[in-house]
C-alpha cells in the first residue's frame, strides 16, 4: 500500500503532474492560504524587497507576496503549479511584479546575494537534501536578509529543535521557531522558523 500511496501523494503533491497534480493544487491553494498569507506578513516584504517564494504552488503566498512588493519570483519544479500560480498571478506578471521560473530549494537559479526575502510553505518536508537546500537559500539571501519557512508539523523531516539547529549550521543567525494553529479546520498546526542572514 505505501509503495503505491507514495508515487500518487508526489504526483499531486511533492512535484504536481497530470490530473492529480492539478487537483492537489486546488487542494493546496484552500488548506494552506491562511498559512501562505501569514508566513508573507512575518517575512513583511517591502515595496523594494526582493521576494523569492520557494514551491509557491497554486501562488496564493506568491499573490499574498506581490501585495507587498513589486520584485516576486517564485520557483517551483512543477510545470502544473507554475501554470496554476501564473493563472493566479496573471495581473501582476503583467505588471512585472511577479517572475516565474522552475527551480528548488536547493537549486533556485538566483544570483548570490539577490533576494532580500525567502519564503517557503509545506515544501520542506519534500526537500531531499536539507541541508543543501538551506546552503543554497542563505546563499541567495543578502546580508541582513531574512528567511520564513513553515511546514506542516506532523510532516517535518526533524524535530523542530534540530531543524532550527540545521539552519544554524547553514549560517543563519536570529533563528526563532515555534508553532502556529491556522484559523481553519482544513489546515493541520504550522511549524514555522524565521531566520537572517547575517
Known amino acids: 500500500m505505501e509503495a503505491l500511496a507514495r508515487p500518487l501523494l508526489i ?6 503532474s497530470g490530473p492529480l ?19 508573507v506578513a512575518l517575512a513583511a516584504p517591502a515595496e523594494r524587497d526582493v521576494v523569492l517564494v520557494v514551491g509557491p504552488g497554486p501562488g496564493v503566498g506568491l499573490e499574498a507576496a506581490a501585495e507587498r512588493s513589486a520584485h516576486v519570483i517564485g520557483v517551483d519544479p512543477s510545470d502544473v503549479m507554475l501554470a496554476m500560480a501564473r493563472r493566479r498571478c496573471a495581473a501582476q506578471i503583467r505588471r512585472g ?14 544570483p548570490d546575494a539577490s533576494a532580500d526575502v525567502v519564503i517557503s ?32 508539523e506532523k510532516w517535518l523531516p526533524l524535530a523542530l529543535p534540530a531543524l ?22 482544513m489546515a493541520p498546526t504550522a511549524a514555522l522558523l524565521s531566520a537572517v542572514r547575517p
Do not use: K
Open 121 to 152: 510553505v509545506n515544501t520542506l518536508q519534500l526537500w531531499p537534501d536539507v541541508p543543501a537546500a538551506l546552503r543554497e537559500l542563505h546563499r541567495v539571501l543578502r546580508p541582513g536578509g531574512r528567511m520564513v519557512l513553515s511546514a506542516h
Open 11 to 16: 504526483r499531486g503533491f511533492g512535484r504536481p
Open 164 to 185: 532550527a539547529d540545521t539552519v544554524r549550521a547553514a549560517g543563519f543567525g536570529a533563528v526563532r521557531a515555534w508553532t502556529w494553529e491556522p484559523p481553519t479546520r
Open 97 to 110: 511584479r511577479v517572475r516565474l521560473a522552475p527551480g528548488t530549494a536547493a537549486c533556485t537559479g538566483a
Open 21 to 39: 497534480g492539478r487537483l492537489g493544487g486546488r487542494l493546496m491553494a484552500l488548506g494552506n492560504a491562511a498559512t501562505e498569507r501569514h508566513a
